[in-house]
């Protein structure tokens, strides 16, 4: 099956901060998700973008199907951005969507 | 804004006891996914519904789990006789049948003890 890894499994901001987080995976796919959970354990949709780039205030995100990858890019981080970010994605119209391992984000002040 | 609603919200319960957990996903939405989530780790699909038919329950462990979705519509989760290792996030997520983009609730956070 389709495999998803994310990269760095660990990062450590200072308020104000930008980052970008990498999501790659093993096949194409017409379904990418990212999601930001936050510490009470739910999962809040940020992105849907199978392909191509959106942008949302401070978040934006990029997909390049044909090279198997997406980037989650944050900026001027706050302390509310902590938590953990997954990239999620499915192949098919039918098919279940599948984890990565996850980003956890700490934004210290 | 429409949601998906799960509870209970957390539950504890006693080994080899049953536990159930309820779903109602976003009105019209016609698939709804289980998922469970071990802390530290991402969510890992247990079984899927396409209205009321199970499409994939290869990773659900059948011999103390079971799923239903009768009408369609809202749906249970239980575990009989719950062990030590069950104890996780339950995640239960909706979609249309249009658009993969998976939408979750709040979860129900199990602690079997």
């Known amino acids: 099956g389709i495999q998803v890894e994310q990269s760095p499994p660990d990062l450590i901001l200072q308020e104000g901060a930008n980052s970008t987080l990498r999501c790659n995976f093993s096949d194409s796919v017409n379904n990418l998700q990212w999601f930001h959970q936050n510490p009470w354990g739910q999962l809040i949709n940020l992105f849907y973008i199978p392909s191509g780039t959106k942008q949302n205030g401070r978040l934006s995100a990029t997909t390049v199907a044909t090279e198997r990858y997406s980037l989650l890019y944050i900026s001027s981080s706050q302390t509310t951005d902590s938590g953990v970010y997954f990239c999620a994605v499915g192949q098919t119209s039918y098919d279940k969507v599948i984890f990565g391992p996850g980003t956890s984000l700490s934004v210290i002040p | 804004e429409a949601e998906v609603a799960q509870s209970p919200r957390y539950k504890i319960t006693e080994k080899s006891q049953a536990v159930a957990f309820w779903c109602d996903p976003i009105?019209?939405?016609?698939?709804l996914y289980w998922y469970r989530q071990i802390l530290g780790q991402g969510p890992e699909l247990l079984v899927q519904f396409q209205d009321e038919s199970v499409v994939d329950d290869s990773q659900l462990p059948k011999d103390r789990f079971s799923a239903e979705r009768l009408k369609g519509v809202d749906s249970t989760l239980k575990i009989q006789p719950a062990e030590l290792g069950d104890s996780a996030m339950y995640l239960c997520a909706s979609s249309t049948t249009q658009s993969t983009e998976a939408f979750f609730g709040q979860g129900t956070r199990l602690t079997v003890v």
């Open positions: 009105s019209g939405h016609a698939t």
